[in-house]
Structure formats: structure tokens, C-alpha cells
């Protein structure tokens, strides 16, 4: 089955401890990308991948981390988490990197940092 | 300015009603549009896209789209209690890989 795989699906830490969430997907997508949706916010991409070895920041990078290093692995590190990143978070991938693509959303991760 | 500006909601119309829901978007140069439906709890799903003026049909789902009044609206006709669901405008530009999403609708559909 076609899907992005997300890991954990909900997530409790404490200030400071890294975590990783982990995003693959199955369908040879090149482009993936992050988003946070908080209420009120919506969806708002963290960081972007057109390819293996290229990624860059969308409009809330800060505190998070990317790589990607095989092309159907896209993690999400968060290297000193922080209260205000207490968030679902989503993966996604389209097949192609312009922005006519469908995206396919993996099932998200809930995320509270205390 | 928010980019792309959407109401909240919740919009509520009875069962076989006809649900209207509105976008629009700041940016001119915008090339593509999308409306994803996302159920409480759950990622969202595409169910319409869009790259032209007009109106563009897929079953009880209609999109339209006025470029020169940066306006894009989805119709859902027959609506059921279960498109009851949040439904997300997204906008992109073409030459940028960026996809922005409006805060979503909340549409109600009661039996």
C-alpha cells in the first residue's frame, strides 16, 4: 500500500531531551516536507526536501533539524525540544517538487514537550 | 495580511444542503490551488485542485476559481453528516516549492 509512515504517533518529553520523529515513505516521492499545525495557525511547512541531500527551511525552522539522506526517509530532529514545539506534527511527499503535486500526508504525530 | 485567509466557521448547513466554502489568497503570481479535507484526529486528504479560472466539477465537489479577485470557493452539493470535516485552502506559486495553507473551515452537516 502507497503511504507515508509516520513514528510516534503521539509523543511525551520534557524541555531539553532530543527526540526524532521519523518519516518514510514507499512511492519513490522526490519532494517531502515537515509541517506543524497549531489552532488558529494551520498547517506551516518547517523545513523541505526536493531531493536526496537537499533540503531547506520553510517558514518556522527554527529549533528543528532535517536530513535526508536516502530518498524515502525524511526524520525530524529536534535537538533541544522546547514547550512552545508542542505541536502535530505532519509528513508529507509529492511525487514531483512542484507545487501542482498532490501531497500525501503521513498520519501525524502529536508532540508535548513539558 | 494573512497569505491565504480562510473564515473559521463553524459553518453549518442541514444534510442535502449545498455547503459553501471560501478562500482567498494575497500572492498574484499563485499557480495552483488545492482543497483538502481533514477529519478530527487525521491527516489531511486532497479532494480538489484547481490551476484555472472557472469552475471544475468531481462528483458532489465543485471548485472555482476567479484569478482577478484572488478567489477560490468549494461547493459541496447533497452534503452529508459525514463531510462534516475541517477543509483546508492551500495555495502555491509556481518556481517555489512552497504550498501555503489557510487555517481551514469547520463545516458542520447535520442529519
Known amino acids: 500500500e502507497a503511504q507515508v509512515t509516520q513514528n510516534p504517533r503521539y509523543l511525551i518529553t520534557v524541555t531539553g531531551k532530543k527526540l526524532t520523529v521519523t518519516c518514510s515513505q514507499n512511492?519513490?516521492?522526490?519532494?517531502m516536507s515537515w509541517y506543524r499545525q497549531d489552532p488558529g495557525l494551520g498547517l506551516r511547512q518547517i523545513y523541505y526536501s526536493m531531493n536526496v541531500e537537499v533540503t531547506d527551511k520553510g517558514d518556522v525552522p527554527e529549533g528543528y533539524k532535517v536530513s535526508r539522506k536516502e530518498k524515502r526517509n525524511f526524520p525530524l530532529i529536534l535537538e533541544s525540544p522546547s514547550p512552545n514545539q508542542t505541536s502535530l506534527y505532519f509528513c508529507?511527499?509529492?511525487?514531483?517538487?512542484?507545487?501542482?503535486?498532490?501531497?500525501?500526508f503521513g498520519s501525524g504525530t502529536q508532540l508535548s514537550v513539558l | 495580511q494573512k497569505e491565504v485567509e480562510q473564515n473559521s466557521g463553524p459553518l453549518s448547513v442541514p444534510e442535502g444542503a449545498i455547503a459553501s466554502l471560501n478562500c482567498t489568497y494575497s500572492d498574484r503570481g499563485s499557480q495552483s490551488f488545492f482543497w483538502y479535507r481533514q477529519y478530527s484526529g487525521k491527516s489531511p486528504e486532497l479532494i480538489m485542485s484547481?490551476?484555472?479560472?472557472g469552475d471544475k466539477e468531481d462528483g458532489r465537489f465543485t471548485a472555482q476559481l476567479n484569478k482577478a479577485s484572488q478567489y477560490v470557493s468549494l461547493l459541496i452539493r447533497d452534503s452529508q453528516p459525514s463531510d462534516s470535516a475541517t477543509y483546508l485552502c492551500?495555495?502555491?506559486?509556481?518556481?517555489?516549492?512552497?504550498?501555503?495553507f489557510g487555517t481551514g473551515t469547520r463545516l458542520l452537516v447535520s442529519p
Open positions: 484547481i490551476y484555472s479560472n
Open positions: 492551500a495555495v502555491g506559486n509556481t518556481g517555489f516549492q512552497k504550498l501555503v
Open positions: 512511492m519513490n516521492h522526490e519532494y
Open positions: 508529507a511527499s509529492s511525487f514531483g517538487v512542484s507545487t501542482n503535486e498532490k501531497l500525501f
